[in-house]
Nanobody, 130 residues
Framework: VQLQASGGGLVQPGGSLRLSCTAPGFNLDYYAIAWFRQAPGKEREGVSCISASDGSAYYVTSVKGRFIASRDDAKNMVYLQMNSLKAEDTAVYYC????????????????????????WGKGTQVTVSS
């Protein structure tokens, strides 16, 4: 299973981008999809997750209120709308799934986690700079 994230680019602070995640030949409908990011010199961190069971979305505190996760099962796509972008949002963004229906989140504002053996896609670079 190969997930593909796309939609990254260069944007000014305060701008917006919409990332997309798909998996050709693999039905995402049944699975929670998480978004992670990794900035240069930093560890990868969970940013958001959207469940398959009811579409509930979860966000780490640093992006809550600015990022919106959604899914279009008819198109086999998952999106991450990123608004009010800041320089600290600069990172390579990845979508991933451990094929569970619901997200694994320890509590409000905490990052999502994945079981071992999760499927990852190639990331997409997001650069926020003036």
């Amino acid at each position: 299973v190969q997930l593909q994230a796309s939609g990254g680019g260069l944007v000014q602070p305060g701008g917006s981008l919409r990332l997309s995640c798909t998996a050709p030949g693999f039905n995402l409908d049944y699975y929670a999809i998480a978004w992670f990011r990794q900035a240069p010199g930093k560890e990868r961190e969970g940013v958001s997750c959207i469940s398959a069971s009811d579409g509930s979305a979860y966000y780490v505190t640093s992006v809550k209120g600015r990022f919106i996760a959604s899914r279009d099962d008819a198109k086999n796509m998952v999106y991450l709308q990123m608004n009010s972008l800041k320089a600290e949002d600069t990172a390579v963004y990845y979508c991933a799934t451990d094929t569970l229906t619901n997200c694994r989140v320890g509590g409000p504002g905490l990052p999502p986690t994945l079981n071992g053996g999760a499927y990852w896609g190639k990331g997409t670079q997001v650069t926020v700079s003036s």
